[in-house]
């Protein structure tokens, strides 16, 4: 069986209750022991201090943290900064994104377009002393001209000097196991771990669907409807349909999980237990 790597994400608090909130949760996720924790960055900087805060929080108190960095809207030198100070902190691993910048703001700003060439920026500019994992999308990117290119764009990508991959989120594990047998065909092999979105809130669920192309299958997205605002019905079936999702990956040997934990610890751990995960 594959080594599994299991992680979770974080987004980077605005308040210092956030922040608080987030130290509680942290806490609790940190006792069953994942292989490390991420945090997301705004596209084009916007999030810049409050990830860096985070990480480096999150590092201080010994715990495996990878910084996510997007590159669209940045200059070299902006990103050259960021990655002397994680290399400075002792960080080893990162999360490489282009990212995306709001409608409406210019895109030729920057010095990068697209993820490859960030992390073959940070090849060059730092060796191997950063894992480096890309974003993998089962469902293809939006902005992808045709799945062939998007299989070729990722490729691409880990051949500029990605180590692995994690997934935009998925709820239909057939579109996952195909991808990774399409980029497995073009010879490319990196660890591409599922990304798992718990289900608690259909509202918010649906409008991240929309914007990231992630599709909620009609006869789950029925079922969340049919729940109104009865939020402890949405939270068990979403819990009962994405534990059988990880179980469906973890059977055919994905090489682990990577929560996204949208800052709190219950969904998680809720799934984690019934999946009969060690508790630490
Ligand atoms: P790319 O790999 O650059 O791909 C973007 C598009 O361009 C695709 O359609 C691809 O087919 C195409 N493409 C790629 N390379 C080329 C090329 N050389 N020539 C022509 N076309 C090309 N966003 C954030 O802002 N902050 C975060 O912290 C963040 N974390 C994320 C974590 C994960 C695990 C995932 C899955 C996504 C995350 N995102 C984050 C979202 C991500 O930034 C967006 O999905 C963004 O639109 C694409 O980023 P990418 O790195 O996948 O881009």
């Known amino acids: 069986m594959t080594q599994r790597t299991f992680s979770f994400e974080f987004f980077p608090p605005k308040t210092p209750e956030g922040a608080d909130k987030l130290r509680g949760v942290r806490a609790r996720l940190a006792t069953v022991n ?30 495996p943290v990878a910084p996510h ?24 691993r990162l999360v490489a994104l282009r990212g995306d910048l709001p409608s409406g703001a210019a895109g030729g700003a920057g010095d990068f377009r697209y993820a490859n060439e960030l992390v073959e920026f940070i090849r060059t500019e730092t060796g191997d ?3 480096v994992e890309v974003a993998a999308y089962p469902e293809y990117h939006p902005q992808a001209r045709s799945p062939a290119e998007d ?3 990722f490729v691409r990508k880990v051949r500029a000097g ?9 709820y239909n594990s057939d579109a996952y196991f195909r991808f990774v047998d399409d980029v497995a065909a073009l010879g490319c092999t990196v660890p591409i771990v599922p990304g798992i979105m718990p289900i608690t809130n259909y509202a918010q669920l649906a409008r991240f669907s929309d914007a990231c192309g992630a599709e ?13 605002d ?3 019905s949405i939270r068990a079936f979403g819990l009962d349909v994405v534990t059988d999702l990880c ?23 809720a799934i984690w237990q019934r999946l009969g995960l060690p508790a630490g």
């Open 151 to 153: 299989l070729a764009n």
């Open 129 to 131: 002393w950063f894992h």
């Open 162 to 170: 990605a180590d692995s991959a994690i997934t935009q989120y998925f």
């Open 69 to 92: 960095i997007s590159c669209i809207g940045s200059t070299r030198a902006s990103v050259r900064e960021l990655l002397q100070r994680y290399r400075a902190a002792g960080i080893r």
């Open 34 to 63: 994942p292989e490390f924790f991420s945090v997301t960055f705004g596209a084009g900087g916007s999030t810049r201090e409050g990830t860096l805060a985070t990480v480096l929080e999150i590092h201080a108190e010994g715990r």
């Open 247 to 269: 179980e469906q990956v973890l059977a055919v040997d994905a090489p682990g999980l990577h929560f996204y934990t949208m800052n709190q610890a219950e969904p998680t751990l």
């Open 230 to 232: 009865d939020r402890e």
């Open 216 to 228: 909620i299958p009609r006869w789950i997205r029925k079922r969340l409807e049919s729940f109104g």
